[in-house]
């Protein structure tokens, strides 16, 4: 059975800029979550989709949105991009059950310049 | 908003010894806690977990233990090994996933 998938694993941005990130969870995954690992802040969460819909939402602005689709697939955007946006953005998926562990992708590590 | 809270940035320890890595929440409303492990260029990986109703839970090497009134708990792992060596997240979740890392503790274990 396939992990979970992240691409770009790279990806290189100047400020102001806008960007995509996608994930594909485990196949008969349906919750996906979004997290941004900084060195000495761990992960802070983004934001979590189930079916579709955004389930929960962590204290990120508005220039970090995401979006799932009906295959479960995920996508991330960061718009307006500030050099603080530079950080490792980890992908989790699971059936959406309460205290499940969450299976991660490798991440996309994003620097912004 | 940190809520799980990881105070050690690293722990050194030698081999064959006990590794013993601390965590503390604030949410009261936390009902599954989690360890993950995560090595260079790889995401976490899930180690261990315990739900609020049992206060310790074991799996081979590593125990977690759980102290509700304190709200802190802490993973054990005995004897540690070098390929233990990699950086410990502990989580938290207060219902449906909605978890929250601390900011990890990066473990070294000696040979």
């Known amino acids: 059975k396939a992990g979970v998938t992240q691409t770009p694993r790279y990806l290189i941005k100047t400020r102001g800029q806008q960007v995509t990130l996608s994930c594909s969870p485990i196949s008969g995954h349906r919750s996906v979550s979004w997290y941004q690992q900084t060195p000495g802040q761990g992960l802070q969460f983004l934001f979590e989709?189930?079916?579709?819909?955004?389930?929960n939402k962590g204290n990120f602005p508005g220039r970090f949105s995401g979006r799932q689709f009906s295959n479960s697939r995920s996508e991330m955007n960061v718009s307006t991009l500030e050099l603080g946006d530079s950080a490792l953005y980890l992908c989790?998926?699971?059936?959406?059950?309460?205290?499940?562990?969450?299976?991660f992708g490798s991440g996309t590590q994003l620097s912004v310049l | 908003d940190q809520q799980v809270k990881q105070n050690s940035p690293s722990l050194s320890v030698q081999e064959g010894r006990i590794s013993i890595l601390n965590c503390d929440y604030t949410n009261s409303m936390f009902d599954y806690f989690l360890w993950y492990k995560k090595y260079p260029a790889e995401g976490p990986t899930f180690l261990i977990s315990?739900?609020?109703?049992?206060d310790k839970n074991e799996d081979g090497r590593f125990t977690v233990f759980l102290n509700k009134s304190a709200k802190h708990l802490s993973l054990h792992i005995v004897p540690s090994q070098p390929g233990d060596s990699a950086v410990y997240f502990c989580?938290?979740?207060?219902?449906?996933?909605?978890?929250?890392f601390g900011a990890g503790t990066r473990l070294t274990v000696k040979p």
């Open positions: 989790a998926s699971g059936h959406g059950n309460r205290g499940e562990k969450l299976f």
């Open positions: 315990i739900s609020s109703i049992k």
């Open positions: 989580a938290a979740s207060a219902g449906n996933n909605d978890m929250r």
């Open positions: 989709y189930f079916s579709e819909t955004q389930r």
